[in-house]
């Protein structure tokens, strides 16, 4: 690639730079042709389920950890977490490993801080309930998961820890496509009214006023690629960028 395109990574932090590398390399973030739950066809797809070696769950939780300790200093305004939440399935694993990992990187902040996650069904004997982990009540929450396009499990996220009595201080994915909500007829016909609309992560923050936050977003994938990726890659992901991009 051209050295004039290898400044494009600077500006990004480490960590991010790590944690996509790792996502390359495992075939974690792959490239070709997908059909998302929006209808959309997808030259990319992001597979969080694929994080199951200990090397890969590391780099994983490295990341969110980075993210969230840098979500904290760049927003003081927001109280610092008490449990950490993970929707069933794929946040269970984020959130006990990303808990560990912040107690690794400063044992004096992180030692009192919990995990929290929530059964698909409600248990009816022992201990009961809809949650394992910390309680939520009284508590403030940060939620992390994988990914989020429609925001479906965001909402349901936040009507569960409110049903439960905690507060939700903030939201931090793996990765923030940064594209648009699907129009009405998107899904069911693939038509795409090319109206500008927000993104899941925006509507969530506006509806909601939680705060968001993400390890990586696409401009950070397209920015790693073009100091040594696949230029017919590059071309789809930087079309798809065009057409979908959200407007906040």
């Keep these: 690639m051209a050295a004039s395109t290898q400044s494009a990574t600077f500006a990004i932090p480490a960590y991010k730079t790590v944690f996509l590398q790792s996502c390359l390399s495992a075939n974690i973030l792959t490239f070709g042709t997908y059909t998302l739950k929006?209808?959309?066809?997808?030259?990319?797809?992001?597979?969080?389920?694929?994080?199951?070696?200990?090397?890969?769950?590391?780099?994983?939780?490295?990341?969110?950890?980075?993210?969230?300790?840098?979500?904290?200093?760049?927003?003081?305004?927001?109280?610092?977490?008490?449990?950490?939440?993970?929707?069933?399935?794929?946040?269970?694993?984020?959130?006990?490993?990303?808990?560990?990992?912040?107690?690794?990187?400063?044992?004096?902040?992180?030692?009192?801080?919990?995990?929290?996650?929530?059964?698909?069904?409600?248990?009816?004997?022992?201990?009961?309930?809809?949650?394992?982990?910390?309680?939520?009540?009284?508590?403030?929450?940060?939620?992390?998961?994988?990914?989020?396009?429609?925001?479906?499990?965001?909402?349901?996220?936040i009507n569960l820890v409110a049903k439960e009595g905690g507060k939700i201080v903030g939201f931090v994915v793996a990765l923030d496509r940064v594209e648009k909500m699907p129009g009405p007829r998107e899904k069911d016909e693939g038509f795409d009214d090319g109206e500008p609309r927000m993104s899941a992560m925006g509507q969530i923050k506006r509806e909601f006023g939680v705060p968001t936050a993400s390890i990586v977003t696409l401009d950070d994938l397209i920015a790693v690629l073009r100091v040594k990726g696949d230029e017919g890659d590059i071309k789809r992901l930087e079309e798809y960028r065009r057409r979908y991009r959200a407007s906040d």
């Design 38 to 157: 929006s209808g959309r066809q997808s030259p990319y797809f992001f597979n969080a389920g694929s994080f199951h070696t200990a090397l890969l769950l590391s780099a994983i939780s490295t990341a969110y950890a980075h993210t969230i300790v840098s979500f904290l200093a760049s927003h003081p305004s927001i109280p610092k977490p008490d449990v950490i939440f993970g929707p069933a399935y794929k946040g269970i694993p984020l959130a006990c490993s990303t808990l560990l990992e912040l107690h690794r990187l400063d044992p004096q902040t992180w030692s009192s801080l919990s995990y929290s996650f929530n059964r698909k069904e409600v248990k009816d004997h022992g201990e009961g309930g809809s949650l394992v982990g910390a309680s939520l009540k009284g508590k403030n929450v940060l939620v992390i998961d994988d990914v989020i396009t429609a925001g479906t499990a965001m909402k349901e996220a």
